[in-house]
């Protein structure tokens, strides 16, 4: 949001809008007005969000979790400013030179709207994070389901996902292909996949874990010579990251300092989720003027940032949104990093207010 403080004590006003030719010498903080370098900050930051609203709900509509409270906390901004007495198309003709207002509490209004947004998307991106992890883990082992084998559910469906197994009700053993769009049979018998097994009338003897070579283990909580545990609660980690400076970007590319993240891959289908945006700045050249952003595993290439910043105006500051995920890493210690040139172009800045999370699923 804008640099202003956000905080105003003042004496009863107008509530008729004024619009005024802002004065270059001025430098009014009063939370009943938006200035020229506020209303080009607040489109700004209000574009980057609706990139991510783009990817935020691309993939809620993938994993079937809904997004309509984020939603609706994004749309909460055009309505505050429209409410207010900001014309409908604000977005598209601010910054317009002038300095709006009065309009009570304005400033004050859109704080809480922005701080709504950035709770809201914590929650949807939690909630797809953990959507994801269940249907990670919903092929790993076999199912008892409710439903009998001639009653068996359309295909494809996320809540049976490719590798699902199922034992019907009626004692059939059955798993969705490996394109997710069809049931195998898989085995016929009076008791399903697994017969009964009394412990109270058998003896077991010799049974430890490294008797154990194939199969699943179900346990609420899993413990490790060293001490530490692991249960469906840590499978989520993720990692906040800023550059560590101000980072001018030539034609070379280069490691933007900072912005990397040492990571422990604990198997190939660990996935990482990358989110946030990117402040930058061109101060010299042509506007418009394509850049490029990369994902970097070791110091290889890994993944290009999947759209091209362009700086519409030079000496503006302006935010991008950065998605993207890296999947398929071998197992071990490796580093991913966030690389950038300016594409044969004119040079720019990253700015150190960028932000970037790292969401590791595994």
Same mark, same amino acid.
């Given at each position: ?17 004024? &619009? ?19 209303? $080009? ?33 994004? $749309? ?41 947004? $950035? ?11 953990? &959507? ?10 076999? +199912? ?45 018998? $009076? ?74 891959? +604990? ?26 952003? !990369? ?38 210690? +490796? &580093?991913?990093?966030? !690389? ?23």
């Amino acid at each position: 949001m804008p640099d202003s403080a956000w905080t105003e004590t003042g004496s009863s006003i107008s509530l008729v809008p004024v &619009t005024s030719t802002i004065d270059p010498g001025s430098n009014s903080t009063n939370v009943n007005y938006l200035t020229n370098s506020y209303k $080009a900050a607040l489109m700004q930051q209000y574009a980057g969000e609706l990139a991510m609203k783009t990817s935020l709900d691309s993939l809620a509509a993938t994993w079937t979790v809904s997004s309509a409270a984020y939603d609706s906390s994004v $749309a909460a901004i055009n309505a505050t400013l429209v409410n207010a007495g900001a014309p409908s198309n604000w977005a598209t003709i601010w910054p317009d030179g002038t300095t709006s207002g009065p309009w009570a509490g304005i400033q004050t209004a859109l704080s809480g709207d922005w701080a709504a947004i $950035a709770t809201q998307r914590t929650t949807l991106q939690a909630a797809i994070s953990a &959507t994801q992890a269940i249907v990670s883990s919903a092929s790993a082992q076999p +199912h008892i389901v409710s439903w009998a084998y001639a009653s068996k559910p359309a295909l494809p469906s996320s809540s049976y996902p490719a590798g699902y197994y199922a034992i019907t009700s009626d004692f059939r053993t059955v798993q969705v292909n490996a394109a997710g769009t069809a049931w195998v049979d898989i085995l016929i018998s $009076a008791k399903g996949l697994f017969g009964t097994l009394d412990a109270a009338t058998i003896s077991v003897i010799n049974l430890n874990a490294s008797n154990i070579a194939t199969g699943t283990l179900s346990a609420s909580m899993v413990l490790f010579p060293d001490g530490t545990q692991l249960s469906t609660a840590n499978r989520v980690t993720t990692a906040f990251k800023q550059p560590s400076a101000d980072t001018a970007v030539s034609a070379s590319t280069i490691v933007i300092p900072g912005w990397s993240w040492p990571v422990t891959v +604990h198997s190939a289908n660990d996935v990482f989720n990358f989110f946030g945006a990117l402040t930058a700045e061109q101060t010299s050249g042509t506007t418009n003027s394509p850049v490029n952003f !990369y994902f970097y595993v070791d110091g290889v290439f890994a993944n290009s940032y999947p759209c091209v910043p362009r700086f519409p105006t030079l000496s503006t500051w302006y935010v991008f949104p950065i998605s993207a995920t890296i999947a398929g890493l071998s197992t071990g210690a +490796h &580093t991913i990093a966030i !690389y950038a040139n300016c594409n044969n172009s004119y040079p720019f800045t990253v700015k150190m207010e960028s932000r970037v999370t790292c969401q590791q699923i595994y």
